[in-house]
């Protein structure tokens, strides 16, 4: 009976505007056609460009962390964590939106993968506005920043 009454809610959600995500759509990936170290350099020097604050201070290494701990090994990555300032004073100045802050600063993780390709990875920042449509500081957050986010990872 459920499933006979989503069949029939599906058309109607999507007419407003609501479309099902599926959850690998939550995350970006994109290869990179540059080596880690270069490919961690170039983020760095792309988001730096855009205003962003990508302090080193910030950085996790899983593969050093996990392998301390497990004794296995996870192979090459790096989180690195970054902040665009002003768009997150924008959003955390209302209690609404404090919440967020367990998202924040924004996580890019370049890794490799066991075909030996360098990969990043990231939130998508603009699936995840849909959610919130309709609240002024987040579509002016997600239409700011999404953009920038998807420009940090251009590896040319």
């Not at 609240?135 to 957050?141: M, Y």
């Not at 239409?143 to 940090?152: F, N, S, V």
């Amino acid at each position: 009976m459920q499933l006979k009454t989503i069949a029939l809610a599906l058309p109607l959600l999507m007419l407003i505007g609501f479309a099902p995500v599926k959850a690998d759509e939550m995350v970006i990936e994109k290869a990179s056609p540059l080596g880690f170290e270069e490919t961690i350099d170039k983020l760095k020097s792309n988001a730096k460009e855009l205003g962003w604050k990508v302090p080193s201070k910030w950085n996790k290494d899983f593969q050093k962390n996990l392998m301390h701990v497990t004794d296995i090994d996870v192979g090459r990555n790096l989180v690195i964590e970054m902040c665009e300032p002003f768009a997150a004073v924008e959003l955390l100045i209302h209690d609404q939106y404090k919440k967020f802050l367990s998202m924040m600063p924004c996580s890019v993780a370049v890794y490799e993968k066991s075909d030996g390709k360098v990969y990043l990875s990231m939130m998508n920042i603009q699936l995840m506005g849909q959610m919130y449509k309709g609240q002024k500081e987040i579509d002016t957050l997600v239409k700011t920043l999404g953009p920038q986010m998807e420009q940090m990872l251009v590896m040319e």
